[in-house]
Structure formats: structure tokens, C-alpha cells
């Protein structure tokens, strides 16, 4: 392993300068229901945020409180319209392609993402959300649909709550983000600039331990050309059923069965009309200073006339010391992910890793669910509150070397198939995470990834990838 370059050690001075400022911890991913009196957290999902509390003009302590919280009836408190925004801007730089090959020169540029959005509550059943947004890439060499998409609507949606049968039902219509878990599979693809949005119709009911959940949608896919232009692919639809459970052993279970249709689809061993079955399993527990989380799936179905035979095992866990200063967090990481193991046979053996969220592994982006044995350890440490610096080392195989290398969403690495060697690399990877208060953040993380003789012979190179973010939301 060679030794870090100049900009890891910029990358470590600027996390001690994060250090010395921070003062408190906020999860932006993790939403939290409002106690009496407490403002919502700005979360990943906003249309869950609940503004209610601010029916107390007393409460309405922050400038453009009275934005927030525009009562629409004096007599209920629920019945009220809310706006907000989210802005991030993002430097980064990083190759234009997959490590260099085909486009070896290293492009630097700044990506931004402006939300804004208006969420009506006629009343305590109903909800109306409506976000625009306008992601642009300035500099940036080669524009990509999930680089730019000037204003565009990113989400509209009627939703519908109310008690029934004991339990709680909420319906949503529209177009709407969707996420499980911890995206693998299925997320909001919050880590580029372009997120994921999907036309929707999404219906759940919870009672007790108990949560079921239906939804059918088609992706929509984005322009980077003219405003207002993005629409459903009818030639892809997504859809299926869930069940979870809390309070299984020490942990939370949770099951679905979703179907993937997409038309004209092209795999190496297989093109025509894909039509996925998937079975999902997760298993997950956060108890005291021990968390994990195991999910497993299996794929069936057809690709033209070629069969699917494919699987993925994820699981990550950890261990924090929560008495010990910095509160040290060591973990472990490991993902496989079934290749097509031979040419020709009648069988795609190469997962399809749907919609995932690259966050789950670097925003380098490099590796993905699809011919994958992924091994990572990882150190986190919270020298004060708020502020999070995470090293992890990834080192990464191919599950068969007759399929390709493949990078997110599910490209192959041209050259690669049928070569061999498992080997596909090593990256090491500095981030550190800094919640400077209710509304900003900030961020900064550097992925060195070394290429192993696969990626070797196929023309690449070692690969860095370094980015700055600043985040605002209100």
C-alpha cells in the first residue's frame, strides 16, 4: 500500500479544524417525531417534518419562523402550509471515467442542489407536497443525467392518513422518493447531484409491531437539457409488497417481494425485456454499543430468453466503546454479489443492484452490487458531538472472473470480462462529517482506490477522488 498522497494530509488538517468548532451531533438521515414543544429536525425525507409545533406564535423564535408555519385555520393547529429549501454545494474532483480507462484526466468541478418546496396540510388526513429542484454541475467536463437537471419537478404528491382497523393507513400518490434500509437496494440517490424520484402510488398501514407496505411506480428519468422536462420511463416499472416487524430476538425483520420490468434491457451474456423477481430478507439490531444489519436477495426471472440466477449478501455491524473518550466506533463491513459464471449457458448470473445509493459504499462511486466480494473495515471517531471522522479500508474481489468489474449504477469496466484474477483492488478512504449547527453542514471525504492487474490490463489506473460539501437547510 503506498503512502498517502499530500491531499490526505490536507484532508486530515481540515477535519482537526472541524474538531475545534464543533459543538453538537444532528443525523440529517434518520427522522425524528417532534416532542411537545421540540422544532422537527431537517431530515432526509422533508415532507416528514411536521411544523405543527409552531402553531404557538410563542414558539416562532427563528427568523422566517412565520415561512414555516402559515396557519390556514385558527381553530385547528394541523391545518397549516410549510415552506422550505435545501441548498448543497459540492466541489469535487475525481476521472472522468472509470479508472481513467478510455479518459485518463482528472476533471475538478462544483455540483449544486437547490430544493424548494411547499407542504399544504388542509388537515390531520391530508397532505399536499409539491419540490422543485434545480441541480447544475459548473466546470464539470462530461454532464451526466445525475450531474444536471435545471428545474424540474422533483416531487408531487397527494398523501392520505387516517386510522383504520385498529392501525395506522397512509397512502401516498405521485411522484415521490422511496428508500429501504440502508439502500443498497433501493434509495433516494442522495450521493450525486440528480436524486431519484419515482411516479408513484405507495400505500402502507402500521399497527403495533406491524408494518405492511405496497407501491407500484414507474422511475423517472431526468434531462439535463430544458427546464420542466423529465417523465415516467413506461419502459420501466418497479413495484411489490413488504412486511416489517420490530421486536423479533433483540432486533427488527423485515421482508419484501418486488418485480423489476424494464424493456430492452442489455446485459453481457443477454439483451431483451428483463422481467426481475426479487426476495428480500433484513435483519437488523441496534442494542446498547452493538449494531448489525444482514439483508440477503435473491433475483429470478428473464432476460429475452436467458434465465436469471442471481444473489447479494450484505452486512455491516459495529461496536462502539461508549464510555471511552471519542467514543471509537469499530466496525466491519462485507457484500457479495453474485457474476454470471459462464458465457453462452442460458443463465445471467449478474445482479442487478436496481437503485442503489452510492453513499453505501464511497461517492467515488467505483464500486458496486454486481460481481462483488467487498471486505471493509472501519474506525469512527466523534471527538465532539457533532462532529464525525470515519477511515475505512476496502478491498474488493470479483465473485467470478468470467463476468466484468462492474461500477455503480451497473456499468461494466470495458476489458475486463474473462480475465482473469479476482483481485480488483484496494481503496482507502478519510471522511468527516460536521453538523456545525440546526441548519448547515459540512462535509469532506477522499477516496484513494489502487487497481488490481484486472483493471491493470484493461487500461486503468489508480484512481482519487476528493470533494468538499457544504450543506443548508430550512
Known sequence: MRAPHAWWRSLLAGAICLAAHGTRADDNTTPIIPQAHDRPKIGLNRWQEDWSVLADPALRTEPLDNLKYIPLSSADPQSYVSLGLNLRERVESTQLAPFGIGNPHTDTYLIQRLELHADVRPNAHWQIFVQLQDDRAFGKDIITPVDSNPLDLEQAFIAYSSDL???????????????????????????????????????????????????????????PGTPFNDDSDRGLQYGGFRVERNDVGPGKLSAYYSRYDADGAHYLDGSGNERRDNLDVRYQIARGPVDWDLEVMRQTGRVGSERIRAWAVGSVGGYTFEHARWSPRIGLQLDLASGDRRR????????????????????????????????????????????????????????????????????????????????????????????????????IEGVQYQVGDVIRRAGGLNANYVNVELRFGW
Open 165 to 223: 382497523a385498529g392501525g395506522k393507513l397512509k397512502v401516498r400518490a405521485g411522484r415521490q422518493q422511496m428508500a429501504f434500509d440502508l439502500q443498497r437496494f433501493i434509495g433516494v440517490r442522495d450521493g450525486p447531484n440528480v436524486r431519484q424520484s419515482f411516479d408513484a402510488i405507495w400505500m402502507d398501514w402500521e399497527k403495533s409491531a406491524w408494518r405492511f407496505i405496497g407501491f407500484w411506480s414507474h422511475p423517472v428519468r431526468n434531462f
Open 344 to 443: 453462452g449457458d442460458g443463465t445471467i448470473g449478474t445482479l442487478n443492484p436496481l437503485f442503489p445509493n452510492a453513499y453505501y459504499f464511497t461517492l467515488m462511486s467505483t464500486p458496486t452490487y454486481a460481481n462483488l466480494i467487498h471486505l471493509r473495515p472501519s474506525l469512527e471517531l466523534r471527538p465532539v458531538q457533532n462532529l464525525k471522522l470515519i477511515a475505512r479500508v476496502g478491498l474488493q474481489w470479483r465473485q467470478t472472473t468470467e463476468d466484468a468489474v462492474y461500477v455503480i449504477p451497473n456499468r461494466p469496466v470495458p476489458g475486463t470480462a474473462g480475465l482473469p484474477g479476482h483481485w480488483t483492488g484496494i481503496y482507502e478512504q478519510l471522511r468527516a462529517e460536521w453538523q456545525i449547527n440546526r441548519n448547515w453542514g459540512a462535509a
